[in-house]
């Protein structure tokens, strides 16, 4: 295989860095894509089939009920993002108060 020489120089570098020789980062990049392009194309699968064949209004409608959290769920998330309102100076998103809503209302 041959690389150009600033494609060398950065993978000698990572390589350098992971404490791999360069063979071994290759065939971990190489299996990393191939395993993206396997997600890129199970997705693009299921999009299509969505597209196809439409989800009809009223499908996921008995499931409406569980998509909102229990009370005591709610009351515990709440009490955790008091206590935790900000880690590593990152602010944590705050808990929903009303219930989520359906899917249907998401489109």
Do not use: C
């Amino acid at each position: 295989m041959i690389l150009d020489p600033g494609l060398l120089r950065a993978t000698d570098l990572v390589a350098r860095r992971m404490n791999l020789n360069r063979s071994a980062l290759i065939r971990s990049a190489l299996r990393e894509h191939l395993r993206m392009l396997k997600i890129r194309e199970l997705e693009d699968r299921d999009r299509n089939g969505y597209q196809a064949i439409p989800q009809k209004a009223d499908e996921l409608s008995g499931w409406e009920s569980e998509a909102i959290w229990p009370q005591g769920v709610q009351n515990l998330a709440e009490s955790i993002h008091r206590r935790f309102a900000t880690i590593g100076g990152v602010e944590l998103p705050r808990v929903p108060r009303k219930p989520m809503r359906p899917i249907t209302e998401l489109r």
